[in-house]
């Protein structure tokens, strides 16, 4: 059943950035409706918002064409408002609640009775204001989830906090906010990027793993509600936009230290890192100078992250990739076995689909009862919505 978005929309000139977040809702298959302020159609036109949602757009708080009390029934067929851009003006008039207009009268109606969420954009004196500062803590204590806003340079040409959030990170927040998923109050842990191992200070052992795979594993977790935490190491994309906890990493000695601080506490773990299995013996203190002669580094072994965290296994549920090469099957069931797995995920980056940095994946997924789906190949996205219903179906029938 599709999710009901309310947005409401103010007087910011973020308000031009809307139509953009609509249509983000839109092509994941969400409804929306938008309320506008009196303030922002300065920026942005009631046609833009009723074309992009199909939806009728709300300004007046009685309206003579309609003859419904809007605040009530607005409410009632919402799963959730947000409030993009909020002003400092509307975190005002909701702090001390204030119903003077039909989006703030809806603020006060929505609550406690459906999420809200607010995600400023203003001035940054505005927003540091001790004034505007009290208040965002005053709803915060209400329950009314704050999106921060980003730092750069605004509108005004001021430099500073106050820049409307990335547009995919307010989605997933409130994806994750309305979330019924079968991932609801889960704790999954992912391991995503890539290692690497320091030869000198400026030279490092990694190796061809763009991360995507890990990004859109996280993305899927999220929108099926779970409370996810990244431990990543390099990557081609920017992870940021997630609403999750990320630990940045740089070698597999960092995994080992991060991965134990969290696992007690994690329902799945997914390790999808492109760790390196060797590193260098010792790292130069100073930068390697070229010679006439050969150069030979001696490399010793990395820990076995899975292996390792495997021999704390409790109730967790564990998931791998396998990159192989060669003997593929064959490969992924003895990593599958040796691991104490429950799920592999084999692939091939040799292989048509599969190649690195690519936005496509062809998969095998296998499970500890020698379940074996072999898929075709699709995007990474469409990869981690299999994997999940893998991960579903496991636990369900465990």
């Not at 340079?153 to 994806?175: M, S």
Request: net charge positive; glycine share 4%; charged share 25%.
């Amino acid at each position: 059943m599709k999710k009901n978005i309310l947005i409401g929309i103010t007087g910011s000139i973020a308000a031009y950035k809307i139509p953009y977040l609509i249509r983000i809702f839109k092509k994941n298959n969400y409804n929306v409706k938008t309320i506008m302020t009196k303030n922002s159609l300065n920026f942005i036109t009631p046609l833009v918002l009723k074309t992009l949602t199909d939806n009728p757009v709300y300004i007046e708080e009685f309206n003579s064409t309609y003859h419904d009390i809007e605040h009530i029934n607005l409410i009632d067929w919402a799963d959730v408002l947000l409030v993009a851009p909020a002003t400092a003006n509307i975190i005002g008039k909701a702090a001390s609640g204030i119903a003077d207009d039909l989006l703030s009268s809806t603020i006060v109606t929505a609550l406690p009775q459906i999420p809200i969420i607010f995600a400023p954009a203003m001035n940054t004196n505005m927003y540091n204001n001790q004034i505007v500062q009290e208040n965002i803590n005053k709803l915060k204590k209400f329950g009314i989830e704050f999106v921060e806003p980003e730092s750069g340079e605004l509108a005004c040409k001021a430099i500073g906090k106050g820049r409307l959030a990335d547009l995919e990170y307010i989605f997933f927040t409130t994806v994750k906010k309305i979330s019924s998923g079968e991932l609801k109050n889960k704790k999954v842990l992912i391991i995503a990027g890539k290692t690497i191992e320091a030869i000198d200070p400026v030279r490092y052992i990694s190796n061809f793993s763009s991360g995507k795979m890990g990004f859109y594993i996280a993305k899927e977790a999220i929108k099926r509600g779970a409370d996810v935490t990244i431990i990543k190491g390099k990557t081609d994309i920017d992870y940021s936009k997630l609403p999750s906890k990320i630990i940045n990493i740089q070698s597999a000695l960092d995994i080992k230290n991060d991965v134990l601080k969290f696992f007690d506490n994690t329902d799945i773990l997914i390790s999808v890192a492109a760790i390196s299995d060797y590193r260098p013996e010792k790292i130069m203190e100073h930068k390697i100078k070229k010679t006439n002669s050969s150069l030979s580094i001696k490399l010793i072994q990395n820990p076995d992250i899975l292996k390792l965290v495997s021999s704390h296994k409790t109730h967790q549920l564990l998931v791998g990739f396998s990159l192989e090469t060669n003997n593929e099957l064959d490969n992924a069931k003895e990593k599958l076995k040796r691991k104490n797995l429950d799920i592999i995920i084999l692939n091939n980056p040799l292989k048509k689909g599969s190649l690195f940095g690519s936005d496509f994946n062809k998969i095998t997924i296998i499970d500890k009862y020698n379940n074996i789906d072999e898929l075709p190949i699709l995007t990474k996205e469409e990869c981690s919505k299999k994997i999940f219903d893998k991960i579903i179906n496991f636990m369900e029938h465990k």
